[in-house]
């Protein structure tokens, strides 16, 4: 069950134009630090002072060798398929990872309606079907959650991070984020779902998941 008072029949207007200039911003970033970076200068209100290169939507093979080169985090989300013409992102999971990896929701208008596609940096191998299909209008929360947990096996993932430690929920829930300029509860909603879950699943007498 979801936690208390989250709306999940919550439906955005849309997608598309007319968006503010940081919803529009931050839904083309693949990056997932560089969509970070560029969330604390909006909300600093210094968006004039973003680096450009922080705002491209994706990065060139050779600067996302460099980040690698730092520190493999840094290439998070920027091996996501890079969007199509009129494509944006509407929301996003990303896991603590040592290469930070990113799971995406794709939206573009077709002569169908709206298409909606979830994408990961493996050339979809971290997924399930159905990972695409198309709607007449922008989904409620609870249909989106419901979408993205068909396309990623995301339980089986913290099975094969935690299942060995006993579910920790601290360190579950520390490996988690949830991300959408879209839909505000997305995070919280993941959460709770995630937290459900721990409960089922968590060893009886294991005083870490208390």
Request: negative net charge; without cysteine; proline residues 7%.
């Amino acid at each position: 069950m979801p936690a208390p008072g989250l709306n999940l029949s919550f439906r955005p207007k849309t997608y598309f134009w007319p968006l503010g200039l940081k919803t529009h911003a931050l839904s083309s970033i693949k990056g997932a630090d560089r969509k970070a970076l560029a969330a604390q200068f909006f909300e600093e209100g210094r968006e004039a002072e973003i680096p450009p290169k922080v705002l491209q939507p994706s990065l060139s093979e050779s600067d996302r060798r460099r980040a690698g080169a730092v520190h493999p985090s840094l290439m998070g989300g920027e091996y996501l398929p890079d969007h199509d013409p009129g494509e944006i992102e509407i929301a996003r999971i990303t896991l603590a990872s040592v290469t930070q990896d990113v799971t995406s929701v794709y939206v573009a208008r077709t002569s169908d309606g709206i298409r909606f596609r979830v994408v990961d940096e493996y050339d979809s191998e971290t997924l399930t079907s159905p990972s695409e299909f198309t709607s007449a209008e922008p989904l409620t929360l609870g249909e989106l959650f419901d979408f993205v947990m068909e396309a990623l096996d995301l339980y089986s993932v913290l099975e094969m991070n935690f299942g060995d430690s006993g579910y920790a929920r601290e360190q579950v829930l520390a490996f988690l984020h949830a991300s959408s300029e879209f839909y505000p509860e997305w995070d919280r909603l993941l959460r709770s779902r995630v937290e459900a879950w721990l409960d089922e699943n968590a060893p009886e007498g294991d005083d870490e998941v208390e």
